[in-house]
């Protein structure tokens, strides 16, 4: 039974994205000792279990909001859509009440976590976890809302979430500076991220515009959004070369550019309007490019970290 309810907590938290605020949080990490050589593993591993906490907490109170705001139903009841919440409070199987509980557990440890740094650190690591939850909570809660807004809030906010603020934060924890570098290191696996987002979008645009969530796929119709991801796409791997070319990132880190191309790929093969299911393949890579892409920029700091 015990094996079961775990099972239900990952499926429910969406667990298996986790590697999209690993990764910068061990850039960030990886960033103190190239730059710096400074490393604390005890400051680390609390970083690491407080940002998991904190991405869980964003996950399930993304969830909660949708369930409330309709969203989840409007899914159900909208052909050729494809639902991208855990779907547990809409079909019954986790009670709001304790989907609740579970979701503010999370941020409970997110919070212990960062007030045991703050301590060790310095005060801006609670502007950094902070801005975070404030982030994550009104994404989709009211009165604020700013996911349902259309305007590009969400894709800074993703931006800032899971890419320039862990990254930055785990740098600040362990050498209690804040730095260009971290910054621009947070720039190709953070604008990757944020096509995770914004891709997935795609899936369930028409039923996010009928119960009123105004994303920039609803807002600017499914053409231009496209047009835009394919925007987001190339100035992933830009920044990447970029920051190469400032040193912030050894030469060698170039060969995460290999994983642009299945992900290129996937682009020539969709229209300018297509189906819900068309865009699951385009997610798909989306989420591999950020993972393997991540790890070679990770392995690449670590190989920095030896050699020099």
Not at 271 to 279: C, H, M
């Amino acid at each position: 039974m015990n094996n079961l309810n775990l099972t239900l907590l990952l499926k429910a938290s969406r667990f298996r994205v986790i590697p999209v605020m690993v990764i910068p949080v061990v850039l960030g990490g990886l960033g103190s000792i190239v730059w710096n050589d400074t490393f604390h593993p005890f400051l680390f591993i609390l970083t690491f279990i407080g940002s998991i906490a904190a991405h869980l907490f964003s996950n399930m109170i993304n969830d909660l909001w949708d369930f409330r705001n309709g969203i989840d139903t409007a899914a159900i009841e909208t052909a050729s859509t494809i639902s991208t919440n855990s779907g547990f409070l809409a079909n019954g199987t986790i009670p709001e009440r304790t989907f609740s509980f579970l979701t503010w557990s999370f941020f409970a440890i997110a919070l212990i976590c960062g007030l045991i740094l703050s301590i060790s650190s310095g005060w801006l690591v609670l502007v950094f976890g902070g801005l975070g939850a404030l982030i994550a909570y009104f994404y989709v809660a009211p009165p604020i809302k700013f996911g349902y807004r259309g305007k590009g809030y969400s894709e800074i906010a993703i931006l800032l979430s899971f890419g320039v603020l862990p990254t930055l934060g785990s740098y600040y924890v362990q050498t209690m500076q804040v730095d260009y570098r971290p910054i621009m290191l947070s720039l190709p696996i953070g604008l990757l991220t944020t096509l995770i987002l914004f891709n997935h979008h795609f899936l369930h645009w028409k039923a996010d515009q009928s119960a009123g969530k105004r994303t920039l796929v609803v807002v600017w119709g499914e053409k231009r959004a496209l047009v835009f991801s394919k925007f987001l796409f190339a100035l992933s791997y830009l920044s990447l070369i970029l920051c190469v070319g400032m040193d912030v990132f050894p030469y060698y880190t170039l060969l995460a550019l290999v994983t642009a191309v299945p992900f290129y790929r996937v682009y020539r093969s969709l229209k300018s309007e297509n189906p819900s299911p068309a865009y699951l393949p385009l997610m798909g890579a989306s989420l591999q490019a950020t993972t393997r892409g991540g790890l070679i920029m990770m392995l690449a700091l670590v190989v920095q970290a030896i050699i020099q």
